[in-house]
């Protein structure tokens, strides 16, 4: 089993930045596929970032292009989403899942393992 805890979560103004981290425990996720999705208050789980195994590939919604960045670190077995110039949009839970298909993903059910999320606010 894979444990995920998330972390970094806040209140920040609008073009403000956050750090979230994932940290993963019970078993190494390095050979894991790794996303970050999010859910605003009355609507669906979308996803926002997903990284390969490796890092050497990576998928981003287009509302979060170019202001998100997803990276991990294989040694701390912790994925990390860097959020810059955020929106009220933005606002939202922020989970964290692992897949151990190797391939990053968009799809919520192609993942196996999920953070139980943290909160992100975002003030105009």
């Known amino acids: 089993q894979v444990q995920l805890v998330e972390s970094g979560g806040g209140l920040v103004q609008a073009g403000g930045s956050l750090r979230l981290s994932c940290a993963a425990s019970g078993r190494t996720v390095s050979r894991y596929a790794m996303g970050w999705f999010r859910q605003a208050p009355g609507k669906e789980r979308e996803p926002v970032a997903a990284?390969?195994?490796?890092?050497?590939?990576?998928y981003y919604a287009d509302a979060v292009k170019g202001r998100f960045t997803i990276s991990r670190d294989n040694t701390k077995n912790t994925v990390y989403l860097q959020m810059n110039s955020l929106k009220p949009e933005d606002t939202a839970v922020y989970y964290c899942?692992?897949?151990?298909?190797?391939?990053?993903?968009?799809?919520?059910?192609?993942?196996?393992?999920w953070g139980q999320g943290t909160q992100v606010t975002v003030c105009s």
């Open positions: 899942a692992a897949t151990p298909r190797g391939f990053r993903s968009s799809t919520p059910v192609e993942y196996d393992y």
């Open positions: 990284i390969s195994w490796s890092g050497g590939s990576t």
